[in-house]
């Protein structure tokens, strides 16, 4: 059995039949995203596949990793952001993926100002997936094929607006990228 194989297992043994469904549709428009502008198709997939493997961890597993790799603690109206930190240091630990690929899987939820085209793949694939639907994501989805970062922007100014519709705050660094991609566009 291949490495990819195995961790699709692993992900099947893990995760909620929705999640491991996500995981999969986020692939899949990984792929079709590198595609697109000329990124290693199966590198996007695997990248795409693996963005959630913790986020059903239990809170021993993340204060596990949290303490062997001194990651970030983020407080209570953020907790959901730890899953990306956690998962991008369980997949190198155990899997010894590619520095980049675990990058993409760090990132995928608050992003980076230097985020590489694998990043802005995997961050764009995670909203745009055909699971998702809410208001803005029919655009944000033509753009995704057209400017990935056009796609980036889009992407976080609908989250913004959905959290503050929802009365919750944007994590700091979410705006810092979309005032950055802001700017240089």
Known sequence: MDKVDMIKEELRERLSDYRYKHCLSVAAVAMELANIYGFDKDKAYLAGMVHDIAKEFSEEENEYYIEKYNLPRF????KSIIH????????????????????????????????SLLDKIIFVADKIEPGKDYLGIEEERVVAKENIDKAMILCLENNYIKLKS?????????????YHLKNIL
């Open 75 to 78: 407080d209570s109206k953020f």
């Open 166 to 178: 929802l009365g919750k705050e944007m994590y700091p660094v979410s705006l810092e990228v979309l």
């Open 84 to 115: 990306s930190f956690v998962g991008a240091v369980y997949l190198k630990e155990k899997y010894d993926l590619d520095d980049d690929i675990c990058e993409a899987v760090r990132v995928h939820t608050i992003g980076s100002l230097n985020m």
